[in-house]
């Protein structure tokens, strides 16, 4: 459970996340939604130790974590799978080998007992049988599957996916939907989704946290988001993402 207790943060003049209180509970699918640049990463870079607020404390299963130093959030970080938007593979490597290095690193596992568990990864997102493949022979959708695979192999608690169908075409975002009902269904995870991809919002999200101008302007499952009267909701469900012109 990660909680947000009047989290504040600006950069230089400029206000971004204005005393959010929030509560991501476990096993849950929570879509942050939200139009370009409103503080959807910032939000959950605070939640992994990445960035720190100017105010307001943040906790994790209970335990204010606000202060902690470098060390101290090396040890929360296990327990999440983190996905940044570009996820980077190594070129040179198949894509085997890109999931079993950190296995090695972590477990001291031999090269071929890292081999078969990275397998084990691979399958639970269904890449097993391109494993042998280098990065630049699989498709983008593909190379988002495998760094997920690689971010689970330290056993998170937790995955946080940042835009994970950004970029992607229907069917390969279909792909990234399937996997993210996936983390949760079956691993049991906690997934937070950062998107502003309607269509996987509204066929995956349980809850769905909108956030406007560094505020919460609504929380709740995709029904209560479809059927919202306010104005602002209306129009980002409506599809357009860019939110309402400003001048
Ligand atoms: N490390 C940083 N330093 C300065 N400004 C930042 C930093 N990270 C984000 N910002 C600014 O904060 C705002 C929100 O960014 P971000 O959370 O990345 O938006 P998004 O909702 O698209 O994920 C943007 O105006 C961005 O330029
Ligand atoms: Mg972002």
């Known amino acids: 459970m990660i909680e947000y207790v009047g989290v504040s943060k600006r950069f230089d003049a400029h206000p971004v996340l204005d005393h959010i209180d929030l509560t991501l509970k476990d096993r849950e699918i929570t879509y942050i939604i939200g139009s370009s640049g409103t503080g959807k990463s910032v939000l959950v870079k605070h939640a992994v130790g990445l960035l720190r607020p ?22 929360i970080r296990k327990r999440y799978a983190l996905v940044f938007q570009h996820p980077t593979l190594f070129d040179s490597m198949s894509l085997l080998d890109n999931v079993a290095l950190p296995i090695r690193k972590h477990q001291g596992l031999s090269r071929e007992a890292a081999r078969q568990s ?28 495998v760094a997920i695979a690689r971010s689970l192999t ?16 229907i069917v390969a975002s279909e792909n990234i939907d399937a996997m993210i009902r996936d983390l949760a269904h079956r691993m049991r ?4 989704v950062v998107s502003h991809d309607l269509r996987s919002i509204f066929g995956v999200a349980d809850r769905i946290v909108f956030l406007y ?4 302007r609504l929380d709740g499952p995709p ?21 309402p012109m400003e001048t």
Do not use: H
């Not at 097993?128 to 988002?144: F, N, T, Y």
């Not at 101008?213 to 919460?216: E, Q």
């Open 54 to 75: 100017d105010a307001g404390r943040i906790r994790i299963d209970g335990q204010d974590v606000t202060d902690l130093n470098e060390a101290g959030w090396r040890d």
């Open 118 to 145: 990275a397998r084990d990864f691979l399958e639970r997102v269904d890449m097993d049988s391109k494993a042998d493949l280098m990065p630049a022979e699989v498709g983008p959708s593909e190379r988002k599957r």
């Open 154 to 169: 330290l056993s998170p608690d937790c995955a946080i996916l940042d835009e994970p169908t950004t970029g992607l075409d």
């Open 189 to 192: 995870k906690t997934v937070i």
């Open 213 to 216: 101008k560094g505020r919460i």
């Open 223 to 243: 029904a209560a988001f479809r059927d919202a009267d306010d104005p602002i909701v209306r129009q980002f469900v409506r599809g357009d993402p860019a939110g």
